[in-house]
Nanobody, 122 residues
C-alpha cells in the first residue's frame, strides 16, 4: 500500500511563513513527480508547485518568488516552504505524487494525500 501523509499546515498571519511536508511510504519502486496542489472553498484545485526527480521545479505564477519546493529522493519526501504568505493563499493543500509502485512497476499511478489546511489571517 502506498500513502502520502502531509504535515505542517496551520494558522499564520499575513507575511508569515509555513513549511509543508509530505512523506510517501509503502512499496514504492520510484517516484517521478511530487508536488502540491491547493483548493479553496468554491474554487477548483490548482497546481501550486511540482518538482521532478531530477530537481526541475514548476510554480504557479501567484507563488513565484515566495514559495520553494524541494524533495529528498532518498527519503521520498517533498517540502513546500511558503514565505510572505497572503490571505489568498488560504486553502487546503494536497500532496501529489506520480509514482511506480512495485505492484504495477510498468505503469505509474497518481496518489493524493488527505490534505492539510493553511489559513492566512490576521
Amino acid at each position: 500500500q502506498v500513502q502520502l501523509v502531509e504535515s505542517g499546515g496551520g494558522l499564520v498571519q499575513p507575511g508569515g511563513s509555513l513549511r509543508l511536508s509530505c512523506a510517501a511510504s509503502g512499496n514504492i519502486f520510484s517516484i517521478n513527480t511530487m508536488g502540491w496542489y491547493r483548493q479553496a472553498p468554491g474554487k477548483q484545485r490548482e497546481l501550486v508547485a511540482a518538482v521532478t526527480r531530477g530537481g526541475t521545479a514548476t510554480y504557479a505564477e501567484s507563488v513565484k518568488g515566495r514559495f520553494t519546493i524541494a524533495r529528498d529522493n532518498a527519503k521520498n519526501t517533498v517540502n513546500l516552504q511558503m514565505n510572505s504568505l497572503k490571505p489568498e493563499d488560504t486553502a487546503v493543500y494536497y500532496c501529489n505524487a506520480e509514482l511506480y509502485p512495485f505492484s504495477t512497476m510498468l505503469n505509474s499511478r497518481v496518489y493524493w494525500g488527505q490534505g492539510t489546511q493553511v489559513t492566512v489571517s490576521s
